[in-house]
C-alpha cells in the first residue's frame, strides 16, 4: 500500500477562536515495502500525521490515499456513509500502535486481549478461526501461547506488554504498522528486541511497511530506508536517513540532535579524521577500525 500525502492541512477545534493547526500542508510519500521513519520536535505535527492514515482523524484539507482508499471525506449522505463503512477495512490494513500500548491493555487474559482485535475486524470467525488467530498473532511477536495466553496482561514485564499489544493489532492482519514511539520507556535490551521484532516482522512480509514515529535519531538512522522531517505541520524534509545527517546544518535538527554515529563522524572529520561509513553503527565501527589500522 503506497501512502501518499499532499497539502494535508488540519487544525484542532478549526472552526473556535482557539483554535490550533497541527498540520499545513504536509506532503510526502510512503512506498510500500519502506521502514519509514518520522521525525520532529514536540508539536510538530507528527502524531496527527499518522492518525490520518487509518481514518481516526478526518481529512480537513488536502489529499491523503493510502493504497486504494481515497480518505477525502464525501460531502454527499449516501456517499458519506459507504465511506464511514469502509474506514473498518481500512483499519484492518493500517494497524495502529499508540505511545505506552500497554496502557491500553483491558482484558483479564492476554488471550481476550488479542482476541478483542480478531472479534472486532472478523465478526464472522468461527471461535476456532478466532483461536487460531490469536495464537499465531501472540507467536508472531515472539511469546510462548502456552506460557501467556492465560496470563493477565498486567504481570508481564513492559517489554512483553508491549509485544501482547502488537499482537493485538497484527490480528488483524495488517499490511501496514504504524507506531509512535515504539521503544519509549524500555530498557536497552527490551529495546533491541522490539525493533528486532519489527524488523522480522518486515522482512518476512506479516507487514509490507513499517512507519515509525521517532525522537531517536539513533534509532531511526539504523532502521530506517527513508525518513520525513516535520516542522510546524509541514514536512520540511524527506529522504535517505545518511542523508539528512549528512546536511545536518541545512536542517532544523539542532534540537533533535545526531545518531551517535554522525556526530562522532563530524567530531573526527574536525580533528582531521575522514570516516566514511553508512552511518549504520556496525560499519561505522568496521571502518573506523580499518581507519586505525590504516594510521599505524
Do not use: W
Not at 78 to 89: C, D, G, I, T, V
Not at 151 to 163: A, E, I, T, V, Y
Not at 168 to 181: I, N
Not at 213 to 222: K, L, P, Q, Y
Request: proline content about 3%; charged content about 25%; aromatic content about 10%.
Amino acid at each position: 500500500m503506497q501512502i501518499i500525502s499532499k497539502s494535508l492541512t488540519f487544525s484542532y477545534n478549526e472552526k473556535a477562536n482557539f483554535s490550533r493547526r497541527a498540520l499545513d500542508g504536509a506532503t510526502l510519500t510512503v512506498n510500500e515495502g519502506d521502514f519509514f521513519g518520522i521525525i520532529g520536535e514536540t508539536g510538530s505535527g507528527k502524531s496527527t500525521f499518522i492518525q490520518h492514515l487509518n481514518g481516526l482523524i478526518p481529512l480537513q484539507s488536502g489529499t491523503l490515499t493510502v493504497g486504494e482508499f481515497n480518505l477525502t471525506v464525501p460531502k454527499k449522505r449516501k456517499e458519506k456513509k459507504a465511506f464511514l463503512k469502509s474506514l473498518k477495512q481500512l483499519r484492518s490494513k493500517v494497524g495502529m500502535v499508540f505511545q505506552y500500548p500497554e496502557y491500553q491493555l483491558f482484558a483479564e487474559t492476554v488471550r481476550e486481549d488479542v482476541a478483542f482485535g480478531v472479534k472486532n475486524f472478523f465478526p464472522n470467525a468461527s471461535q476456532e478461526e478466532v483461536d487460531f488467530k490469536v495464537k499465531k498473532a501472540i507467536e508472531l511477536v515472539g511469546l510462548d501461547y502456552n506460557l501467556v495466553a492465560e496470563k493477565s496482561p498486567f504481570d508481564l514485564s513492559g517489554g512483553q506488554k508491549r509485544r501482547v499489544a502488537i499482537a493485538g493489532v497484527l490480528a488483524s492482519e495488517p499490511e501496514t504498522l504504524v507506531l509512535d514511539e515504539p521503544v519509549a520507556g524500555l530498557d536497552p535490551v527490551s529495546k533491541k528486541r522490539l525493533m528486532s521484532l519489527l524488523h522480522t516482522l518486515h522482512d518476512t512480509g506479516v507487514v509490507k511497511t513499517v512507519i515509525i514515529v521517532s525522537h531517536d535519531m539513533n534509532d531511526v538512522m539504523e532502521n530506517c530506508n527513508r525518513v520525513a522531517v516535520f516542522e510546524n505541520g509541514k514536512v520540511v524534509k524527506e529522504c535517505e536517513p545518511k542523508s539528512l545527517f549528512e546536511n545536518y546544518d541545512d536542517y532544523a535538527l539542532s534540537r533533535l540532535g545526531l545518531p551517535v554515529t554522525a556526530y562522532l563522524t563530524k567530531t573526527l572529520k574536525g580533528v582531521g579524521v575522514n570516516v566514511e561509513s553508512s552511518y549504520k553503527i556496525e560499519d561505522f565501527t568496521n571502518k573506523l577500525i580499518e581507519k586505525y589500522f590504516e594510521n599505524r
